[in-house]
């Protein structure tokens, strides 16, 4: 099973998995929120208009989200395979991806949906420390950095996302709530549905998903 969405409120850890398990099949992990954020940091159009939905929590119009990721399923390496991390995240988006895929003959393995509290989600997101070079992600408490405020891999200062302040984050859990979550029933209407529980530790719901998709933990 190489064909892969995480699915999931902010914070639920879909991107601290998909980095370890994309690496794991050597397939792309294709995070919607970090190539918009790329596009924020390059200043090119796109990310000019995407940024301020980013910044009020919001979500970027769909028919951008579905043209990038039209865009980078279309590159070889997507060829073999897939994590979809952060997208789809509306009905419209589901939709867009069907179309895509049905267009590149191909079809999702499974959608695995990871089920977290939301005081929990609070406290992840609030801690969440990210690399401004390398992408990596931390917590304060939960996955400390080693050397202070400095990443593991690559020694830069870490940076707490704008987005990532708690009056942004309960609107984006609100956006979560009305926007996202109707995919839950899509995709059991099309029995790719699968739900671990987020709550684990990394390791413990890594297993978790190893398990669902066939790979020995
Ligand atoms: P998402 O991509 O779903 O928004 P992240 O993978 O960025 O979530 O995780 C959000 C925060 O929670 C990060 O600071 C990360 O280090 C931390 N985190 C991820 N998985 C766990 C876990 N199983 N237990 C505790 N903290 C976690
Ligand atoms: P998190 O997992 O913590 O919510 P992401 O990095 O996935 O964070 O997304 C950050 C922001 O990027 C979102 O709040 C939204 O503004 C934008 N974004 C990311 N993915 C999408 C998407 N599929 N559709 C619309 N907006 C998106
Ligand atoms: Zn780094």
């Known amino acids: 099973m190489t064909r892969l969405v995480f699915l999931g409120p902010p914070g639920a850890g879909k991107g601290t998995q998909a980095r370890l398990l994309a690496a794991e099949l050597h397939v792309p992990q294709i995070a919607t929120g970090d190539m918009l954020r790329e596009a924020v940091a390059a200043q090119t159009a796109l990310g000019l208009e995407a940024r301020r939905y980013m910044d009020a929590g919001a979500l970027v119009p769909d028919d951008v989200v ?3 990721i ?3 399923l279309a590159q070889p390496d997507a060829r073999r395979g897939f994590i979809l991390d952060g997208f789809p995240r509306t009905l419209a988006q ?6 895509l895929l049905k267009d590149l003959g191909q079809g999702l393995d499974r959608v695995i949906f990871f089920s977290v509290s939301e005081p929990e989600l609070l406290r992840r997101l609030t801690g969440r420390r990210v690399c401004p070079t390398c992408g990596s992600t931390f ?3 939960f996955a400390p950095p080693k050397a202070g405020d400095r990443c593991d891999r690559c020694g830069s200062a870490l940076v ?3 987005d990532d302040r708690e009056e942004t984050v309960r609107a984006r859990l609100a956006v979560y709530a009305t926007q996202t979550v109707p995919l839950l029933d899509y995709y059991r209407d099309r029995h790719l549905l699968s739900t671990v529980s987020g709550e684990g530790d990394v390791a413990a719901v890594g297993r978790a998903i190893r398990n669902l998709v066939g790979r020995p933990a």
Do not use: F
């Open 160 to 162: 707490q996302r704008k």
């Open 139 to 141: 917590h304060l408490a």
């Open 70 to 72: 039209a865009e980078r």
């Open 66 to 68: 579905v043209g990038l």
């Open 94 to 99: 589901a939709e867009g991806l069907e179309r």
